[in-house]
C-alpha cells in the first residue's frame, strides 16, 4: 500500500511540476528578447507583461503552415491596419515591407524579429492580420506596468 501511495504521490508532483511550467508561458513578464510561435490561427504566449520605457526584441517563429504577421499598436491601430492589410490583399499586395518598424510577416518555417519599446502604460496588442486570423483571435495582449 506504502509503494502504491509514493508512485501516486510521484505522479501528483510530475504533474504539479508540468501544470506549472505550461502557465508560465501566460502573462510573463517578458524582458530584452521574447520568443512567440505562430501557429494556425494563434500565438503562444498570447498575454505578456512589460514595464514602461522597457525595449522588447520579439522573435517571432513560424510553426505553421500558412503565413502569418504580427502588428504591435493599440486597439484602434490594430482595426486601422485589419483595414490596410484587407486592402492590401484585395490588390494583391501581401506582406509587410521592412521598412515598416511595427510589424512583421513571417512565412512557413521562417522566423523574425521586431524591436518595440513600450511608452505608455495600458495594454497593446499583437496582432496577425492574414484573412481571418484577427477575427479568430491570433493577438497577444501586452499589458505594460
Same mark, same amino acid.
Not at 505550461?22 to 510573463?28: I, M, P, R, V
Not at 526584441?57 to 510553426?63: L, P
Not at 521592412?98 to 512557413?108: N, S, Y
Given at each position: 500500500m506504502r509503494s502504491a501511495l509514493a508512485i501516486?504521490?510521484?505522479f501528483l508532483f510530475i504533474l504539479s511540476a508540468a501544470c506549472s511550467q505550461? #502557465? *508560465? %508561458? *501566460? #502573462?510573463?513578464l517578458a524582458e530584452g528578447e521574447t520568443r512567440i510561435a505562430m501557429r494556425d490561427s494563434l500565438f503562444t504566449p498570447n498575454e505578456l507583461t512589460v514595464r514602461r520605457?522597457?525595449? +522588447? %526584441?520579439? @522573435?517571432?517563429?513560424? *510553426?505553421?503552415k500558412l503565413r502569418h504577421d504580427a502588428f504591435i499598436g493599440d486597439q484602434d491601430a490594430q482595426g486601422i491596419h485589419e483595414d490596410e492589410m484587407r486592402m492590401a490583399d484585395d490588390e494583391g499586395h501581401g #506582406?509587410?515591407?521592412?521598412?515598416?518598424?511595427?510589424? +512583421?510577416?513571417? *512565412?512557413? #518555417?521562417?522566423?523574425? %524579429?521586431? @524591436?518595440y519599446r513600450f511608452a505608455d502604460r495600458g495594454e497593446t496588442l499583437i496582432g496577425c492580420h492574414e484573412p481571418g486570423h484577427y477575427a479568430a483571435g491570433m493577438i497577444v495582449k501586452v499589458t505594460v506596468i
Open positions: 501516486l504521490a510521484f505550461a #502557465g *508560465e %508561458t *501566460e #502573462g510573463q520605457g522597457d525595449e +522588447i %526584441t520579439f @522573435r517571432f517563429v513560424n *510553426e505553421g #506582406g509587410h515591407g521592412a521598412d515598416e518598424a511595427d510589424a +512583421i510577416t513571417v *512565412e512557413p #518555417g521562417g522566423s523574425g %524579429t521586431l @524591436r
